[in-house]
């Protein structure tokens, strides 16, 4: 089993709609957990972080974390052309007083106008 | 802030020849994280430093890469013979000591002939 797994996509949602981003983890200690973006030929962009069980709003994002499940969602409402890109999960676990993170290989999310 | 600073952004190279990747993290960042992207394997971390020690290599894929960071704003990754499957995309990042979201360089697009 993949330490972080996410489904590779694509997942096409219509302009306007909700996009709904899921990813799983197997580390029960994982402690903080990450969303990026990555356009096509950029680097990762931090868009959402969350640490605690429930939900975290950021305008358009809202990310979900259960940690009794191992399950991280991410949710982008109103999804516009511009939310076009590969959405990279990431775990970060501290281990023996360091971090660790460990990326999924990203959801591609296609945004139909 | 410049952001995280790698060089060169494009290295094409034959087989055999040796490729060093520089980064310089953002300041006052305490942590540099290396990382190598292909389609097929994703993101993966090859190697992290924390106040300028290397902390987990378990990611290196073999003898041929090495990684040094001899101070805070400064660190090489280097390949040496190269070969083509170490073409990818090689991203460093940085992180600072409070928080532990990471930022990424442009990347290093290296193609291996």
């Known amino acids: 089993q993949k330490e972080v797994e996410q489904n590779s996509g694509p997942l096409s949602v219509p302009e306007g709609a909700i996009a709904s981003l899921n990813c799983t983890y197997s580390d029960r200690g994982s402690q903080s957990f990450f969303w990026y973006r990555q356009y096509s030929g950029k680097s990762p962009e931090l868009i959402m972080f969350?640490?605690?069980?429930g939900d975290k709003e950021d305008g358009r994002f809202t990310a979900q974390l259960n940690k009794a499940s191992q399950y991280v969602s991410l949710l982008i409402r109103d999804s516009q052309p511009s939310d076009s890109a590969t959405y990279l999960c990431?775990?970060?676990?501290?281990?023996?007083?360091?971090?660790?993170?460990?990326f999924g290989t990203g959801t591609k999310l296609q945004v139909i106008p | 802030d410049a952001g995280v600073i790698q060089s060169p952004r494009h290295e094409v190279t034959e087989m055999g020849q040796e490729v060093t990747l520089r980064c310089k993290p953002i300041s006052g960042h305490n942590s540099l994280f290396w990382y190598r992207q292909t389609m097929m394997r994703g993101l993966e971390l090859l190697i992290y430093f924390n106040n300028n020690v290397p902390i987990d290599d378990s990611g290196m894929p073999e003898d041929r890469f090495s990684a040094k960071m001899p101070n805070a704003s400064f660190s090489t990754l280097k390949i040496q013979p190269s070969e083509p499957r170490d073409s990818a995309v090689y991203f460093c990042a940085s992180s600072p000591r409070t928080v532990k979201t990471q930022y990424f360089g442009p990347g290093t697009r290296l193609l291996v002939l």
């Open positions: 990431a775990v970060n676990t501290h281990s023996g007083g360091y971090q660790k993170v460990t």
């Open positions: 969350i640490y605690s069980n």
